[in-house]
C-alpha cells in the first residue's frame, strides 16, 4: 500500500531551541523515525548533505544530542536562481527514558540517512516473568 | 562574487538568506506530464551552465531516475522506510511513496553533456546549456 501513496513535499522545521548558537546560520529538525525492539531503541534520522565526518552524537545526562553540519563549500560560485527548500545544519535532541549502554551505541550513514542503535542497558531489559 | 568573501560563518547565512529571496518565483512551471512536487528542487546558475539540486533522502541510487529532453527533466523513483520485524514505533516522521516530477527549465539543455551526481542523499544535476542557446554579443557597426 505505501508502494503506490505519491510523496509528498514535507516543509523543513527550523530548529527553536532555548540556547542560542553563536553562529548566524539556520538548523533544521531532521525528520525522524524512532522504533524500538527488544534489546535496542533505533532513530533514523533524514540529514541529506551531511557528510560521515561532520556528524556528532553526544549521549549526557540521558539528553542524545545529533547534529550534523552542511558543507557549504559545495555551494561556492553557485548562484541561486530559484529555491523550493532551504539549506542548513541539522540538530536535535531527545531525552532518553530508558537507560542506554552508553558504549552500545552504532552510528551509520547512508544515502542521507543516519541510523543509530542505541542498545538497551542490561537492567533496563524487560525480564520475562514467568507465572506459575 | 564578494557575497563569498565574507567569514566563513558568515557564508552560509548569505546563501540562506538568498535561497529565501528566490522562494515563490514561478521560474520553473509545472507541466501536466508529472505528478506532484517531490522532490523539492533547488536551482542555480554557474557560468553560462544550470545545476538543480534535490534533497532525496533514503533513496537508494538505483531506485533514481533521471530523464533529460530538450529542456524537461523528469526526476522519478520511489522511497520506501522500513522497520525491523516486531518493532513498536514512538515516532513516525518519515514518509515513504512514490514520485515523479517533470520541470522546463526556460534555456535549452544539452542531453548530452548533462551530468548527474548522487551523495549523501543529494542529487545533483550539472546542465549545461546548450550551444546554441547561449547570448551572444553583437558587434554595433
Do not use: C
Amino acid at each position: 500500500m505505501a508502494k503506490s501513496q505519491q510523496l509528498a513535499v514535507q516543509q523543513k522545521k527550523e530548529v527553536e531551541s532555548k540556547e542560542e548558537k553563536t553562529v548566524p546560520a539556520r538548523y533544521y529538525l531532521p525528520n525522524t523515525d524512532i522504533f524500538e525492539t527488544d534489546d535496542a531503541l533505533t532513530l533514523v534520522m533524514e540529514v541529506p548533505g551531511v557528510e560521515k565526518k561532520d556528524i556528532s552524537v553526544q549521549l549526557e545526562n540521558n539528553v542524545l544530542r545529533i547534529e550534523g553540519r552542511i558543507d557549504f563549500s559545495k555551494y561556492d560560485g553557485l548562484e541561486p536562481v530559484y529555491s523550493e527548500y532551504n539549506i542548513g545544519h541539522y540538530a536535535r535532541a531527545f531525552t532518553l527514558s530508558e537507560k542506554i549502554d552508553q558504549d552500545g551505541i552504532g552510528a551509520e550513514l547512508a544515502d542521507g540517512i543516519l541510523t543509530l542503535t542505541l542498545r538497551k542497558a542490561k537492567k533496563a531489559l524487560p525480564k520475562r516473568i514467568v507465572i506459575n | 562574487m564578494v557575497m563569498w568573501l565574507a567569514d566563513p560563518f558568515e557564508a552560509l547565512g548569505e546563501l540562506q538568506r538568498a535561497l529565501d529571496s528566490f522562494r515563490e518565483s514561478n521560474w520553473l512551471q509545472s507541466t501536466p506530464s508529472g505528478t506532484g512536487p517531490y522532490p523539492p528542487l533547488n536551482v542555480f546558475r554557474k557560468g553560462d551552465d544550470f545545476v538543480v539540486v534535490t534533497e532525496v533522502p533514503g533513496i537508494k541510487k538505483s531506485d533514481l531516475e533521471v530523464q533529460v529532453k530538450e529542456n524537461t527533466i523528469r526526476i522519478a523513483g520511489a522511497k520506501s522506510v522500513e522497520y525491523s520485524d516486531n518493532a513498536s514505533l514512538h515516532r513516525r516522521e518519515r514518509s515513504a511513496g512514490r514520485f515523479d516530477r517533470t520541470v522546463t527549465i526556460p534555456v535549452q539543455i544539452d542531453a548530452d553533456r548533462v551530468k548527474a551526481e548522487y551523495r549523501d542523499g543529494i542529487l545533483a544535476l550539472f546542465l549545461a546549456r546548450a550551444e546554441e542557446d547561449k547570448p551572444r554579443s553583437i558587434k554595433i557597426a
